[in-house]
């Protein structure tokens, strides 16, 4: 997959957090119950309710909407950060405890 630039706000955020951030997409993994997720790396160091964030990973937030919706597209998606100790790897297949459920957002192509 070739990286594309994302622009993706954070619904429900504190004030003094980064908001909207730009991300690099980088892959899809699977989740559980057969879901996809897009793996996004943030573009600058990013810091959230105290600690850091090295990846997020995205669905689209209403059932049925495909994973192309949030890569290709402006979508609500669903927001999580990895789990205790996750590393996301192409092509990896990952179960509910790898997903911490954080936040509800929107995302859209950043224009170079």
């Known amino acids: 997959?070739?990286?594309?630039?994302?622009?993706?706000?954070?619904?429900?955020?504190?004030?003094?957090e980064p908001n909207p951030i730009t991300l690099e997409g980088l892959f899809?993994?699977?989740?559980p119950e057969s879901s996809q997720?897009?793996?996004?790396?943030?573009?600058e160091p990013?810091?959230?309710?105290?600690?850091t964030i090295n990846s997020l990973a995205i669905r689209p937030?209403?059932?049925g909407?495909?994973?192309?919706?949030?890569?290709?597209?402006?979508?609500t998606v669903g927001i999580a950060l990895p789990g205790e100790a996750v590393n996301f790897q192409e092509g990896g297949t990952y179960?509910?405890?790898d997903f911490v459920?954080?936040?509800?957002?929107?995302?859209?192509?950043a224009h170079h």
């Open 1 to 16: 997959m070739t990286e594309k630039t994302h622009i993706l706000e954070i619904y429900d955020l504190d004030d003094n």
């Open 28 to 31: 899809i993994v699977r989740g």
């Open 37 to 43: 997720y897009y793996i996004l790396k943030p573009c």
């Open 46 to 51: 990013l810091q959230m309710d105290g600690r």
């Open 61 to 63: 937030h209403y059932d």
């Open 65 to 75: 909407d495909p994973i192309a919706n949030a890569i290709e597209s402006i979508c």
């Open 95 to 97: 179960g509910f405890n």
């Open 101 to 109: 459920f954080w936040k509800v957002g929107k995302i859209t192509h």
